[in-house]
């Protein structure tokens, strides 16, 4: 009877590793069929490199230094940046989501900068901050500061009265309410403008280091581009996703970690 049970068992969690494995199976086909197509001449590699080129591209890109070497001034420029988004923006929700003053004060100014294409303020940031690492760190930190600012802005707001009053009832002051119950409340929202932010931050970096860089992963793909190289372009361009998909999983790591009082935590 055990060893029929143990026999079950076994092929349940075998069928659960398949189940678990085979949404990789498309993608990977279309990898192998994009080799096949390549190796039988039918993608020139002009036009789209193989995978198996790119493969090797990688690797030697590795090995030789520099492609650590642009990744870590792109990683410095978007920690930069984003750090200082991160500031602003949770400085500037502060302000106008604890007080009616502080939302006349800012939102309506900071709700019409939002609307604008933050891309196409590049040649104002180079007439302003000039050709060097300013305007690119400015461009992150602009466009990373609005995802942080709106979501915290509304999770502020959207923290439940009663909660507060309840705060209120059992004596807390205004900044004992604002620290035990407002900002804990407010949290799984900016968490989530933080994951938006890190996506925008990337965006913003492509764009950052074509202002006359002479470094960084941007600087790599725009160069290859010049020659043609679309092994390289590839290249960077997973490098930027595996960078994102990182990034959001870092912060899924830290909401685990700082939400596990959340009930539905608890129940994963």
């Avoid at 309410?177 to 913003?204: N, T």
């Amino acid at each position: 009877m055990s060893a029929a049970v143990a026999s079950t068992t076994a092929a349940s969690t075998g069928s659960d590793r398949w189940l678990r494995y085979r949404r990789y199976l498309p993608p990977l086909l279309v990898v192998v069929l994009w080799q096949v197509a390549a190796s039988a001449g039918l993608i020139p590699t002009r036009t789209l490199a193989s995978p198996v080129m790119i493969a090797g591209t990688f690797a030697e890109l590795i090995t030789s230094g520099e492609l650590p070497r642009h990744l870590l001034v792109s990683l410095g420029r978007v920690a930069t940046g984003l750090g200082i988004g991160i500031v602003v923006g949770t400085t500037f929700a502060l302000i106008a989501g604890l007080s009616r003053r502080g939302e006349d004060l800012l939102d309506a100014t900071l709700q019409m900068l939002r609307t604008l294409p933050f891309l196409a303020l590049v040649p104002l940031f180079i007439l302003w901050f000039g050709i060097g690492e300013t305007p690119k760190i400015a461009l992150v930190a602009l466009g990373t500061m609005f995802p942080i600012y709106l979501t915290l802005f509304a999770g502020i707001r959207g923290v439940d009265a009663k909660l507060i009053e309840a705060g209120g009832t059992l004596g807390l002051t205004r900044r004992e309410q604002v620290f035990h119950i407002v900002l804990p409340g407010a949290l799984p929202s900016a968490l989530v403008g933080l994951r938006y932010a890190l996506g925008v931050a990337w965006l913003s970096l492509v764009v950052a280091e074509q202002i006359n860089a002479d470094s960084g992963i941007g600087f790599l793909v725009m160069t290859a581009r010049d020659f043609l190289r679309t092994d390289i372009i590839l290249v960077g361009l997973i490098v930027y996703a595996i960078l994102g998909l990182s990034a959001d999983q870092i912060v899924r790591v830290l909401e685990r970690r700082v939400l596990a009082w959340r009930p539905s935590f608890l129940k994963d």
